[in-house]
């Protein structure tokens, strides 16, 4: 059973244009949320957070949106640029357990097209 | 400052072999992430340590893996027999403090191929 789902499994915008990635989660206990994004070969990288007491965090072109009673968030990459083209994966960790790991969804191939 | 670093970066073992993987986490990190990812599908927790000692392995598929920390520095993670579906990327991931809020530091992964 999912607990947080990506459903499109691959989105292209055009250079300049909105991206906006999608991720549900369906855990009410989640209460932190992270992206990462990650190239070939190599491993996740942290991108940007949000604690369930926000609903919007931004940094730079990135913004992520929290909607709590619709267990959704969404990342915002505006303008987008050819090197944000990797997969995105949306993950979810619930504080109150003894660590923080992270429940992932499956990801989102992003390509930006010149 | 060195990142997490993880050996050998590809494994191509045969079936009922074993095979060891590598995690050398940040230096100072105590908290010490194991987890997977197979093919198309999510990546998955397998298993948390505080410095040696076991948090949570809750996501540990089954007794043929063995996952040690020395001395809370690096970490090995050993599969033995090795089965066809436990081949995917094995990611380690450290983090100085146990909420992570930053994000945590993961590997390049190790991809095992089970032939």
């Known amino acids: 059973d999912q607990q947080v789902k990506q459903n499109s499994p691959s989105l292209s915008v055009q250079e300049g244009r909105i991206s906006i990635l999608n991720c549900d989660y369906t855990?009410?206990?989640?209460?932190?949320f992270l992206w990462y994004k990650k190239y070939p070969a190599e491993g996740p990288t942290f991108l940007i957070s949000i604690s369930s007491i926000k609903d919007k965090n931004e940094d730079g072109r990135f913004t992520v949106f929290l909607n709590k009673s619709a267990k959704h968030l969404s990342l915002h990459i505006v303008p987008s640029q050819p090197g944000d083209s990797a997969v995105y994966f949306c993950?979810?960790?619930?504080?109150?357990?003894?660590?923080?790991?992270?429940?992932f969804g499956k990801g989102t191939l992003l390509t930006v097209n010149p | 400052e060195a990142g997490v670093t993880q050996f050998p970066s590809h494994s191509v073992i045969e079936k009922g072999q074993t095979v060891t993987l590598r995690c050398d986490p940040i230096?100072?990190?105590?908290?010490l992430y194991w987890y997977r990812r197979v093919m198309g599908k999510e990546i998955k927790f397998l298993l948390h340590f505080v410095k040696e000692s076991k948090q949570d392995e809750s996501g540990m598929p089954n007794n043929r893996f063995l996952a040690e920390r020395t001395g809370g520095t690096y970490s090995t993670l050993k599969v033995q027999p090795a089965e066809l579906e436990d081949s995917g990327v094995y990611f380690c991931a450290s983090s100085q403090d146990r909420q992570g809020l930053g994000g945590y530091t993961f590997g390049s992964g190790t991809r095992l191929t089970v032939v």
């Open positions: 993950a979810a960790s619930a504080s109150g357990g003894s660590n923080y790991k992270l429940t």
């Open positions: 855990n009410s206990m989640f209460d932190y």
């Open positions: 230096s100072g990190h105590d908290n």
